[in-house]
C-alpha cells in the first residue's frame, strides 16, 4: 500500500517560514516525480513545485518562485518543500504528490499524479 504523509504544516505569521516533509512508503521512490499542490477552501487545487526523480529538475509556480524550494532525499524516500516569506494568500491545505507516469518533463496538472497525501494545513496570519 502506497502510503505519503505529510507534516510540518502549523500556524504562521506573515514573513514566516516552514517546512513541510512527504514522507514515502510502498513505492520505488526514484522512480516517481513527486509535487506539491495547495487547496484553499472553496478553490480549485493549484499546482505549486515539482522535482524530477534524480532532483535535476524543478519547477515552480509562479507566485511562489524565490519563497519556496522544493527538494528530495532519495535516501530517506522523502521530499520537503520549504516555505519562507509567507503571505496569507499562501494558505492552504498541501498535498504531496507522486507521479510515477510521467514520462518526460514535470505535470503542473494533478492528473499525472496517481498518488496522493492527506495534507497538511498551513495557515499564514495576517
Known amino acids: 500500500q502506497v502510503q505519503l504523509i505529510e507534516s510540518g504544516g502549523g500556524l504562521v505569521q506573515t514573513g514566516g517560514t516552514l517546512r513541510l516533509s512527504c514522507a514515502a512508503s510502498?513505492?520505488?521512490?526514484?522512480?516517481?516525480?513527486m509535487g506539491w499542490f495547495r487547496q484553499a477552501p472553496g478553490l480549485e487545487r493549484e499546482f505549486v513545485a515539482a522535482?524530477?526523480?534524480?532532483?535535476?529538475?524543478?519547477e515552480y509556480a509562479d507566485s511562489v518562485k524565490g519563497r519556496f524550494t522544493i527538494s528530495r532525499d532519495n535516501s530517506r524516500d522523502t521530499v520537503f518543500l520549504h516555505m519562507r516569506s509567507l503571505k496569507p494568500e499562501d494558505t492552504a491545505v498541501y498535498y504531496c504528490?507522486?507521479?510515477?507516469?510521467?514520462?518526460?518533463?514535470?505535470?503542473?496538472?494533478?492528473?499525472?499524479?496517481?498518488?496522493w497525501g492527506q495534507g497538511t494545513q498551513v495557515t499564514v496570519s495576517s
Open positions: 504528490a507522486a507521479d510515477g507516469t510521467t514520462n518526460w518533463g514535470l505535470s503542473r496538472s494533478p492528473g499525472p499524479y496517481e498518488y
Open positions: 522535482i524530477s526523480r534524480s532532483a535535476g529538475g524543478i
Open positions: 510502498g513505492l520505488t521512490f526514484t522512480r516517481f516525480r
